[in-house]
């Protein structure tokens, strides 16, 4: 007689319960505090993440503990549901951000972007890397390799963060300007660099960092090279054949699925899922028959929900109190100085290499000196794999939120200094009319 297998358990009602009311609380106190920061002149990301740290042990874990561990409680299956719905927000984060990368404008501006990009990422990477091989052995992750650790610090130092970026020179009336231009073109370089090496870091972390991970190495040109050839050549009639209805369920399917496939594949390779959905979306935006008016609900939903759910659930693991320590503050210090000097440094001498002027290089570190989302993703990333500990983590956290606190007050301060030309204001008419 054929064995049956006995279906699994149904989800408990009370852990229901709790999962339903710690993402909504999360995901209300996120909103509201992402609209504060918002009102006055902030990024939305840093009052996202306020949201965690009012809710997590920052804060309401040491003034009510018994709430505190109600609504998160330490059951790892518990703890595993809410991550679940915050990755799944933060791959569709990504994938969007990858739709949304304008290769051509990194082609016309390619030679000056990859100067700008190039030394922003070296630069920070070398100091990063330098810090965590003299990091106090407490920052480390349990059982984590001080070399694994190293390059962790280096990638979380040198990335930047497209979305910011774009919001912050949006936010302030500059994405018209040469200068805002360039930033971005410089931003997708970096960006797809920063995802690259993240994957290529977490498996080097996976595999012992004395191994390099060939096999996974090899799945990620396998990945690349499939995305560029199948994937760009069926993502274009699926994504038009998709588009021809009255309503985006379609397209916004076809989309997620493309995100999440490319995702799964990454996985799998022992890759990054993130690197993967980043992939996908460069392949939904280089659909040439795409017409992606049709993500506008997707991107609602990302923005409004699942984005602001996401910062507020990485801020849980953040304890603040760890900054009594004086090791761990004066590492805080330290890693903020080295994000910020070597990323503006960097993308300074990118631009003045590139013959541009000083304010306009100036400019341009101040836009990529903001790291905030991509960051945040590093050091979600680095915590589950077991490079980073809490200490740390809270840290590289720290780092995201201060250097995109920094570049509004000088890029103000830029861009009073830099002549403006008629392309710009070709430009700024162009961007008016398709609001």
């Not at 630069?123 to 694994?148: E, Q, V, W």
Request: include cysteine; charged fraction near 10%.
């Amino acid at each position: 007689m054929p064995s049956t297998s006995i279906p699994a358990a149904p989800l408990g009602g009370h852990s229901l319960l709790v999962l339903i009311v710690t993402a909504g609380a999360l995901l209300l106190l996120a909103v509201l505090l992402g609209r504060l920061a918002a009102r006055f002149g902030l990024p939305a990301v840093c009052g996202e993440l306020c949201a965690g740290l009012i809710l997590g042990p920052s804060l309401l874990g040491h003034t009510i503990p018994r709430l505190y561990h109600w609504l998160f409680p330490p059951q790892a299956e518990q703890v595993h549901l809410l991550d679940g719905v915050a990755q799944f927000g933060v791959l569709l984060l990504v994938g969007l951000t990858g739709v949304d990368i304008d290769l051509p404008l990194v082609r016309r501006r390619g030679r000056v972007a990859l100067w700008v990009a190039g030394f922003g990422l070296a630069l920070p990477l070398a100091m990063g890397i330098a810090a965590g091989r003299l990091a106090p052995a407490s920052l480390l992750g349990h059982g984590a390799d001080r070399t694994d650790f190293a390059l962790f610090a280096g990638v979380a130092m040198c990335v930047s963060a497209l979305p910011v970026i774009a919001k912050t020179l949006d936010d302030m009336g500059l994405l018209h300007r040469d200068f805002g231009q360039l930033t971005i073109a410089a931003g997708v370089a970096d960006d797809v660099a920063g995802w690259l090496l993240l994957s290529v870091v977490s498996a080097m972390a996976a595999a012992g960092a004395h191994h390099f991970p060939w096999q996974s190495m090899v799945w990620l040109a396998v990945l690349v090279l499939g995305a560029v050839t199948v994937g760009r050549a069926l993502a274009a009639p699926l994504i038009g054949r998709a588009g021809r209805g009255s309503a985006p369920g379609p397209v916004v399917v076809t989309a997620v699925a493309m995100f999440l496939g490319c995702a799964a594949a990454s996985q799998a390779a022992g890759l990054e899922a993130s690197f993967g959905a980043f992939v996908g979306g460069l392949v939904v935006g280089t659909a040439a028959e795409a017409d992606l008016r049709w993500l506008a609900p997707l991107r609602t939903v990302v923005a409004a929900v699942l984005a602001p759910l996401f910062f507020a659930t990485a801020a849980l693991r953040m304890d603040l109190g760890v900054l009594r320590h004086p090791a761990i503050l004066a590492a805080a210090v330290v890693a903020i100085g080295i994000a910020a000097l070597g990323k503006f440094a960097g993308a300074f001498l990118g631009g003045v290499t590139a013959k541009l002027d000083r304010w306009e290089s100036l400019a341009l570190g101040a836009g990529m000196n903001a790291r905030g989302v991509i960051q945040i993703i590093v050091a979600t990333v680095g915590l589950r794999i077991g490079v980073l500990n809490t200490g740390s983590y809270t840290i590289v956290v720290l780092v995201a939120v201060t250097t995109s606190l920094m570049a509004p007050p000088i890029l103000r301060l830029a861009e009073a200094r830099i002549g403006g030309t008629p392309a710009e204001e070709e430009r700024r008419v162009r961007l008016a009319a398709m609001r």
